[in-house]
């Protein structure tokens, strides 16, 4: 018998994405996959049209910690994967997928046509399957039981799906499973490839020299919510 799922899905004003993350997910819940969805406090209409598509419905504080925190606290499911509201899931996954694995997370293909997305998700991919340490982006996924041993993701502004990665991989090397799930480019469009590329380098890299989450959240993020 597979494992059961929870899929946990932190948003905040998502009415743009919402609609298509959660159609791509109707297969998995009519498997019997458990959809929790977490609001952080949309100002649009990203809970109206989630309503109808997911098990649970939650309006919590905002920021992605503490949602998602939120959100398994709801769970019973053996197994929690944390989903961005940009990030779809291979063709075809299902919960047995995961049935060998304590906690790991996808490979990752980004939606941009550019030659240079292809060597950007695959230095994301190389780099995480090195050191152990995934994004969200990612799509991460742990038992629930080893997720509430940890204490959850540590409730700080940015970086607490590298810091959770850190925690877990002291007890267990991640599982990396074969198949990428697809994440939207948007954030590289917007903010010009090469641009964003560096400011991930340096939100990085100032993490791991002890700057702390609420300092680089405030300094590269000024003008959105923690």
């Not at 919960?95 to 695959?122: D, M």
């Not at 599982?175 to 380098?201: C, N």
Request: proline share 7%.
């Amino acid at each position: 018998m597979p494992p059961s799922l929870s899929v946990v899905i932190p948003v905040l004003n998502e009415q743009a994405q919402i609609g298509d993350c959660l159609r791509s997910l109707a297969p998995l819940r009519r498997a019997g996959v458990e959809i929790i969805l977490v609001d952080g406090g949309s100002g649009d209409d990203t809970m109206v049209l989630a309503h109808p598509h997911v098990d649970r419905l939650i309006s919590g504080s905002p920021g992605r910690a503490l949602q998602m925190n939120a959100g398994a606290g709801q769970s019973n499911a053996e197994y929690l994967l944390f989903l961005h509201a940009d990030t779809r899931l291979p063709e075809g996954f299902a919960p047995h997928w995961l049935a060998a694995a304590q906690w790991g997370f996808f490979p990752v293909r980004l939606s941009g046509k550019q030659g240079l997305f292809r060597v950007i998700e695959r230095a994301m991919t190389w780099r995480s399957r090195l050191t152990g340490i995934g994004t969200g982006d990612q799509a991460l996924f742990v038992r629930r039981e080893l997720f509430e041993q940890r204490g959850g993701f540590p409730a700080i502004a940015l970086m607490e799906d590298v810091a959770l990665c850190r925690q877990l991989k002291r007890l267990v090397r991640p599982v990396v499973l074969g198949a990428p799930v697809l994440t939207s480019s948007r954030r590289w469009e917007q903010r010009g490839i090469l641009k964003t590329v560096l400011q991930m380098w340096c939100l990085r890299l100032a993490y791991f020299v002890g700057v702390s989450p609420r300092a680089l959240w405030q300094r590269y993020y000024p003008d959105t919510p923690q």
